[in-house]
């Protein structure tokens, strides 16, 4: 599975009244695999009637962002491109490799891996019917060329971090000292099924998917070659035209909307069960109504918003998994230096100090916001790693509950005091103020605005909008991505890999550390979850929770909520899975009945 990639909206931002009624920390049975439940929810839909051959599957994707196609895994970073794109994968992992449900690699996929712990190597070794959609067999050059995509600057991927370079001769690649990546080699050559890493350290997460110290996807190297790297992310080739190796290949995409797909006639696996999958976008609002009409046969990622409509209908399953997902606040403290690919912490703001960040956090009803909005389908995050985690996860920290008298207190022995009217905080002469980049993304998300902003006045603190608007999530990526951004406080949400090391979401050398917060204690931290000192799960465990703590203590980010994904399913549809290990859901899927269940 991908490292991790951006949500458009956030799940807290969801409209619903009343109470809760899928408690969040319900006990998963069965973890997360098919047959298995979060809370009261199953996770696959069951349904022993015999499939219609001939059909279409209509699916959709809850959103009001029109999505960017990207084919090319290092390219993207966006989710709802990343789910949307499902049928033309190989397996739910979105991985060459073949997992099970605890994100652990298995044998069977697409590609196999092995490792030599004394010789510090892998070996990756491709199937020999593993093809592209154009019948090109897929080879050793192949997946290098995603190296390639990472590691030079021209391409404009977004996924060169810290974990990169401990493949021999990245760095040095990456830095345009070398003109090919030394420590990547082909035993039967480039056209070949069998590529041999060799790495600085072995890592204790080597086994799990999502590692983020080698990939798991591969690039046509014959179909793109010929692009100039800077053209490559907007060329047709990875936009519209893309060479797959999935059960399904799109025969049409609109850019935004939909993507029309086709069967995969060079597929490696079982033959798929449709004539064709259409799987568009619709708006969170109008997911109740298309799914009691039978518009969608499945409609992913649903709103919270229409959880109650929906579990009143009839027609309809509900199918929920527990997220690999995080809400958080970030703080900009610094900048993004493209040119030493770094992190530097040197803006002068109030937000340096720890207190400041601090205070900010205790003064959010996060709690309140989730209990009426989300149906007890999100829950406020505790730490940076999710619930989902549960080995990993330190449920002894209680993050940041609202607490108005410890956020005031933080602010008096920051020094600042209140003005004579006792409405804002000064120090110095200046008011204590900051802009607020909040996105757009769903019904509630300006009541969820400046609902933090009422309670940031609270404690003195005087919070404005960027801009007096919120931003859509395609501004929103504009504005952060710039080296200097001009904002103080905002909010993301990632949809995360399988593993949980963090090293490509905040290192220093990480381009998604939006914050640009660094210290030689992160660093080591984040090294110590992947060290190779770290080689039992009790010592990985401890080296979690002590990186969980720390940011617990600096507040660099502050964690915002978890949350469970669901989705209605027509009662014609068979074969439909959540579980996170269901390699072959997308060859098995179909139908059973030409017209949805109304």
Known sequence: MSKGKWIAGLAAVAVLGGGGYYAYHQAQTKGNETGGKVGKLDIAYQND??????????????????????WDMQLSDDAIMAKMSHPSLPNAA???????????????????????????????????????SDGHSVT??????????????????????????NLVGMKEYHEGKADRISGISFPDGENGKTIKLQFKEMKPGFNTSGNGY???????????????????????????????????????????????????????????????????TVAPTKVAAAAKAGKYDVVTDSPNSTFKQIKQLDNVKITGQQDLYISLMYFNLGEYDKQKSENIQNRKT???????????????????????????????????????????HDDSLKGYPEDLDKANQLLDDAGY???????????????LSFTYLARSGGPNSEAVAQNYIQ???????????????LADFNSWLEITDSPKGDWDITDGAWSLSSDPSQMDLFSKAAPYNLGHFTSPELTAKLKAVDSPKADTPKKRAQAFKDYQAYMQKQAYVIPTSYNISYAPVNKRVANWSMAYGDDDLWAKIGVTAKQPVK
């Not at 995509?149 to 810290?162: E, F, H, L």
């Open 49 to 70: 009637k015999s499939l219609v051959k001939g059909q279409n599957l209509k699916m959709a994707y809850a959103t009001e962002t029109p999505f960017k196609p990207q």
């Open 94 to 132: 979105e991985s060459l490799f073949n997992v099970d449900n605890e994100f652990k690699i298995e044998d069977g996929g697409p590609a196999e891996i092995c490792f030599d712990k004394e010789a510090k190597t892998a070996t990756v070794t491709l199937r020999d019917d593993l093809k592209w």
């Open 140 to 165: 050793a050059k192949d997946y290098e060329f995603e190296y390639e995509i990472v590691a030079n600057p021209a391409y404009g991927s977004s996924r060169w971090s810290s974990s990169s370079e």
């Open 214 to 280: 080698y990939l798991e996807s591969v690039a046509p190297y014959h179909y793109l070659k010929d692009i100039k790297p800077e053209k490559l992310a907007s060329d047709e080739r990875t936009t519209t035209k893309p060479l797959v190796i999935g059960p399904y290949k799109p025969a049409k995409v609109v850019a935004g909307e939909s993507i029309y797909y086709v069967p995969n006639k060079y597929y490696f696996g079982e033959k798929p069960k449709l004539k064709s999958i259409t799987y568009t």
């Open 350 to 392: 109030p937000l340096q100090d720890v207190r400041v960040r601090k205070a900010l956090g205790y003064a959010r009803n996060v709690d309140q916001v989730n209990k009426k909005f989300s149906n007890g389908l999100s829950q406020r995050a505790t730490t940076l790693i999710p619930t989902v985690f549960k080995d990993y």
């Open 417 to 431: 005091k209140w003005d004579k009217d006792k409405k804002f905080r000064l120090k110095d002469g200046k008011r």
């Open 455 to 469: 309670q940031w006045k609270k404690i003195g603190v005087d919070v404005h909008l960027y801009k007096d608007r």
